[in-house]
C-alpha cells in the first residue's frame, strides 16, 4: 500500500488542523493505521492509532482530548483532526499502516508498522 498525507500547514497556539492520509488498494480495511510524528532533533513519536474497523483507538497522552483519529474505509482516507493546537506539537506528522487479522487491534509502537507516508509538516506558533 502507498500513503499520501496531507494537510499540514502554518496554525497559531489554540487554532486546529486536519490531516488526511490517502491510501492506494482496495485493501485498505485489512490494516491498522497510525499516526506518528516527528520533531526537528528529536525521535519519532506515536501520536494516535485506529483498528481496522474504525472502532478502537487509541492516543498518546500528550494529544489525548485535543486530537482525533477516524478512518473512512469506502475512501481509503485516514484522518488526525488536530484542535488545542499548541507549539509543542510543532513536528513532521507520518501516516503508517501494518497488516493485521484483528479487526480490533490497535498498534501503537512505530518499528510494528510495514508502510509509511512521505509526512506533511505541522507548524505551530505562539
Known amino acids: 500500500v502507498q500513503l499520501q498525507a496531507s494537510g499540514g500547514g502554518l496554525v497559531q497556539a489554540g487554532g486546529s488542523l486536519r490531516l488526511s492520509c490517502a491510501a492506494s488498494?482496495?485493501?485498505?480495511?485489512?490494516?491498522?493505521m497510525g499516526w506518528f510524528r516527528q520533531a526537528a532533533g528529536k525521535e519519532r513519536e506515536f501520536v494516535a492509532t485506529?483498528?481496522?474497523?474504525?472502532?478502537?483507538?487509541y492516543y498518546a497522552d500528550s494529544v489525548k482530548g485535543r486530537f482525533t483519529i477516524s478512518r473512512d474505509n469506502a475512501e481509503n482516507l485516514v484522518y488526525l483532526q488536530m484542535n488545542s493546537l499548541k507549539p509543542e506539537d510543532t513536528a513532521v506528522y507520518y501516516c503508517?499502516?501494518?497488516?493485521?487479522?484483528?479487526?480490533?487491534?490497535?498498534?501503537?509502537?512505530?518499528?510494528?508498522?510495514?508502510?509509511w507516508g512521505q509526512g506533511t509538516q505541522v507548524t505551530v506558533s505562539s
Open positions: 488498494g482496495r485493501t485498505f480495511s485489512s490494516y491498522v
Open positions: 503508517a499502516a501494518d497488516s493485521v487479522a484483528s479487526m480490533v487491534a490497535v498498534q501503537t509502537v512505530a518499528r510494528t508498522y510495514k508502510y
Open positions: 485506529v483498528s481496522r474497523s474504525g472502532a478502537n483507538s
